[in-house]
Every structure is written in C-alpha cells, then in structure tokens.
C-alpha cells in the first residue's frame, strides 16, 4: 500500500527558502507537488517521472522551485527559493504512472503542509 507524508512546511518571509520533503513508502511511481491556496482550486507546482530523468513545472515557479527525488528513500523534494506571498498554499504530495499536469492523473496523495510566506 502507498502511503505518502509530506513535512518541510513552516513560516517563512519573502525571499526565503523552504524543502518540501515526502516519504513515498511502497510506491514505484513518480512524484508531483500540487498547492491549494484558500478559496482556489489545487493547483500543480511540479512533477517528476521515476527514474528522474522527466521533470515539469508551474511556469511561475520554474527557475526557483527544483523537485527531485532519491529512489532509494522512497523520497520526492521540492526546494523552493525565492519565496513570495503568492506561493502561500497547502502543499500536496502525489504519486502517479505519469508525469502530468493533472491532478486526476495522480493515484495517491498526502495530507499536505502548510507553507505561508509573509510580505
């Protein structure tokens, strides 16, 4: 069974840096990250296929977000530099067969955590 925890989120202010971290345990996919702000829908940040080879981004997020993954922890990351208001989201991890932009395309999902950047 897959079980998938995200940790990393905090407070920050703008201009920060942040590592997302999720645990992947029992799955042989590939990884993305979604964000849901309050009152919006989830939206995909960035996305990751297994062997690492295949990644995907948010265009506003591209150049200052990186995700990546270590297959032998069962890990996905996602390093965020040059923080802003606007990225203030709950973070979602999810695993899926592809690499895509939609969220319907992932079989498995975290609780999420909580980023919040202050201006």
């Known amino acids: 069974q897959v079980q998938l925890v995200e940790s990393g989120g905090g407070l920050v202010q703008a201009g920060d840096s942040l590592r997302l971290s999720c645990v992947a345990s029992?799955?042989?996919?590939?990884g993305g990250w979604f964000r849901q702000a309050p009152g919006k829908e989830r939206e995909f940040v960035a996305a990751i296929n297994w062997s690492g080879r295949e990644t995907l981004y948010l265009d506003s997020v591209e150049g200052r977000f990186t995700i990546s993954r270590d297959i032998a922890k069962k890990m996905v990351y996602l390093q965020m530099h040059t923080l802003r208001p606007e990225d203030t989201a709950i973070y979602y991890c999810?695993?899926?067969?592809?690499?895509?932009?939609?969220?319907?395309?992932?079989?498995?999902w975290g609780q999420g955590t909580q980023v919040t950047v202050s201006s």
């Open positions: 999810a695993a899926g067969p592809r690499v895509s932009r939609i969220p319907g395309a992932y079989l498995y």
């Open positions: 029992g799955s042989t996919y590939g």
